[in-house]
């Protein structure tokens, strides 16, 4: 009598602790989203910031300066989706990078210690995404490997908890060289 | 009367022990961060103190995914070395000689706070303590057991019946040299555990930059530095990245040492074929011939497998740039007072000289010195 007590106590105890550990996964792969969404927010932040810094130095690339804040403008308007919203910030970063070429003929705009607080500030700000993109990536695979192996995904079935996407959308963009035109 | 009072004091002896290994122990998980940090004489530091250094952590902090972003804090001192203390993920703080700030580049100090990270995320602080608790627990039993054999070995064996007592010495002798033998076993785990999580933190280092290569040049540069680190002792040498006592590579090879080879550990790193925990396991187990690895299983089946990704651009910043940074940062800490002279040079006025007139040492120009502001 006391060891079937025990026996559908301890199987309770497994229920519950697989349960947990599937919704601990969940929240995290949430979290791990809106993480990507805080660090995008803050370039698009920084962004007015440097246009004035560079704005005060007067080069004469004024196309280059004005296709980032086109950019910005586009990216903070995109709603189309994640692949959307990715390419276009696709679109800012190569913008950026542009701008930062030309900011190499200015020794003087180089060394103003405004630009280069924001330089890495947006600097880390892309290191940020991209490792938030790293992490989120990385929960969705532990997640996704718990929903899938015995014996959570019993559980997970029972529960009806879902697989997530990969944010892999874009990437194939990002490993190829930015062309800069003047 | 003689043998109730050596019992008494003998009894009370190990009373004592006892609360004293008690009050230890719960210090040292409560408030043991906070005095680590004040006796390696380190000073927290905001976003804007150094913006490097705090980004890079903050980048660390998201890629390790780590609930809270950890204290950071500089130590003031050229020897290249950084530590990670705190008794868990929400509590937890990162510090960094300027030493090491001035000669590793962006990639590298990333590897480094990666590794720091890694003890962090794998509660290795908590863990080492409480293995040092056990550890603590077990030599002081064993000397109770032999203090208990002196203070009463005489007695109950002369009341003993006659027959059980050759068995009783056997046990007698094999007692003891347990206990004799107890406190050694004891430290060669506490070794052996410390070494095993460092290579544990590395592989996490790598897993998190994705980048093993920032990790393993950073690692050479600081073996390389001769620069010792002051305020460090036996008990504080395993929080630290590189062994601030070693005296040689080869006596990082015995097993007191709290720390894995270095010259091991950068072939482990370049010898990783991707940036994953399977990839370390295996690049562990070639390069140390052992047969079994170190990362346990559940942490090879996600974190596996993963690609190693180059960082994009060079680190555009030299030496000098780096070194006056932190030092800069240092002064502004101790509350030096700075001033631009017309001449162009930045002067850097200790705070005894607030409120009074000096002379620039280079043009020989007056200036009045403020009290510094904050």
């Keep these: 009598?006391?060891?079937?007590?025990?026996?559908?106590?301890?199987?309770?105890?497994?229920?519950?602790?697989?349960?947990?550990?599937?919704?601990?996964?969940?929240?995290?792969?949430?979290?791990?989203?809106?993480?990507?969404?805080?660090?995008?927010?803050?370039?698009?932040?920084?962004?007015?910031?440097?246009?004035?810094?560079?704005?005060?130095?007067?080069?004469?690339?004024?196309?280059?300066?004005?296709?980032?804040?086109?950019?910005?403008?586009?990216?903070?308007?995109?709603?189309?989706?994640?692949?959307?919203?990715?390419?276009?910030?696709?679109?800012?970063?190569?913008?950026?990078?542009?701008?930062?070429?030309?900011?190499?003929?200015?020794?003087?705009?180089?060394?103003?210690?405004?630009?280069?607080?924001?330089?890495?500030?947006?600097?880390?700000?892309?290191?940020?995404?991209?490792?938030?993109?790293?992490?989120?990536?990385?929960?969705?695979?532990?997640?996704?490997?718990?929903?899938?192996?015995?014996?959570?995904?019993?559980?997970?079935?029972?529960?009806n908890f879902k697989r997530s996407e990969f944010f892999e959308v874009g990437e194939a963009a990002e490993r190829q060289a930015p062309k800069v035109e003047f | 009367m003689g043998e109730v009072v050596g019992q008494g004091l003998g009894i009370l002896g190990i009373g004592v022990a006892f609360v004293i290994w008690l009050i230890l122990s719960v210090v040292s998980y409560f408030a043991g961060d906070q005095i680590f940090l004040s006796m390696s004489g380190a000073r927290k530091i905001g976003p804007q103190d150094h913006p490097v250094l705090h980004n890079v952590v903050e980048e660390m902090k998201i890629a390790s995914g780590l609930p809270k972003m950890p204290d950071v804090y500089i130590i003031d001192s050229s020897a290249p070395n950084a530590f990670a203390t705190g008794r868990s993920p929400e509590t937890a703080s990162v510090a960094v000689t300027s030493g090491l700030l001035r000669i590793l580049s962006r990639d590298e100090l990333q590897g480094v706070v990666a590794h720091e990270m890694g003890h962090i995320k794998?509660?290795?602080?908590?863990?080492?303590?409480?293995?040092?608790?056990?550890?603590?627990?077990?030599?002081?039993?064993?000397?109770?057991?032999?203090?208990?054999?002196?203070?009463?070995?005489?007695?109950?064996?002369?009341?003993?019946?006659?027959?059980?007592?050759?068995?009783?010495?056997?046990?007698?002798?094999?007692?003891?040299?347990?206990?004799?033998?107890?406190?050694?076993?004891?430290?060669?785990?506490?070794?052996?555990?410390?070494?095993?999580?460092?290579?544990?933190?590395?592989?996490?280092?790598?897993?998190?930059?994705?980048?093993?290569?920032?990790?393993?040049?950073?690692?050479?540069?600081?073996?390389?530095?001769?620069?010792?680190?002051?305020?460090?002792?036996?008990?504080?040498?395993?929080?630290?990245?590189?062994?601030?006592?070693?005296?040689?590579?080869?006596?990082?090879?015995?097993?007191?040492?709290?720390?894995?080879?270095?010259?091991?550990?950068?072939?482990?790193?370049?010898?990783?074929?991707?940036?994953g925990h399977t990839d370390y396991d295996e690049a562990f187990r070639k390069v140390t011939g052992r047969a079994v690895g170190v990362v346990p299983a559940s942490a090879m089946i996600s974190g596996g497998k993963a690609a190693i990704v180059k960082p994009k651009e060079a680190d555009g910043s030299t030496q000098l740039e780096r070194l006056r940074q932190a030092t800069d940062l240092l002064w502004r800490l101790n509350s030096y007072i700075f001033i631009a002279c017309a001449c162009g040079t930045k002067l850097k006025v200790p705070p005894p000289y607030a409120g009074k007139t000096i002379e620039c040492p280079h043009c020989g120009r007056k200036h009045e010195v403020k009290r510094a502001a904050g």
């Design chain 2, 122 to 275: 794998n509660r290795d602080i908590l863990y080492m303590l409480m293995v040092g608790v056990m550890m603590g627990a077990i030599v002081m039993l064993a000397d109770f057991g032999i203090r208990y054999l002196f203070i009463t070995g005489g007695r109950s064996r002369s009341s003993r019946k006659g027959g059980g007592g050759q068995a009783g010495a056997i046990i007698l002798i094999v007692g003891v040299v347990l206990m004799i033998l107890a406190p050694i076993i004891a430290q060669i785990i506490y070794f052996t555990v410390s070494r095993k999580r460092e290579y544990l933190a590395d592989a996490s280092s790598a897993l998190f930059t994705r980048y093993p290569e920032g990790l393993a040049s950073a690692l050479e540069k600081i073996s390389k530095s001769p620069k010792k680190l002051e305020s460090v002792s036996r008990a504080t040498a395993p929080m630290y990245i590189i062994n601030p006592l070693r005296v040689s590579e080869r006596g990082l090879a015995d097993l007191t040492s709290t720390h894995p080879p270095t010259s091991q550990r950068i072939n482990i790193l370049r010898g990783m074929g991707g940036a």
């Design chain 1, 1 to 159: 009598m006391i060891v079937i007590v025990a026996f559908i106590l301890a199987v309770v105890v497994g229920f519950a602790t697989i349960y947990n550990a599937l919704v601990q996964l969940r929240n995290r792969v949430k979290n791990a989203w809106s993480q990507i969404d805080v660090q995008l927010k803050r370039r698009y932040d920084l962004i007015p910031n440097l246009v004035e810094t560079v704005k005060g130095y007067k080069i004469h690339e004024r196309e280059t300066l004005e296709a980032v804040t086109k950019a910005r403008q586009i990216a903070i308007a995109a709603s189309g989706g994640a692949a959307d919203q990715a390419r276009a910030e696709n679109m800012l970063t190569q913008t950026l990078r542009s701008l930062f070429a030309v900011v190499e003929n200015y020794p003087d705009l180089k060394a103003n210690q405004n630009f280069l607080a924001l330089q890495e500030e947006l600097t880390s700000t892309e290191n940020k995404i991209g490792f938030a993109r790293q992490y989120y990536n990385d929960e969705v695979l532990r997640l996704n490997n718990k929903i899938e192996m015995f014996p959570s995904n019993m559980i997970a079935g029972m529960f």
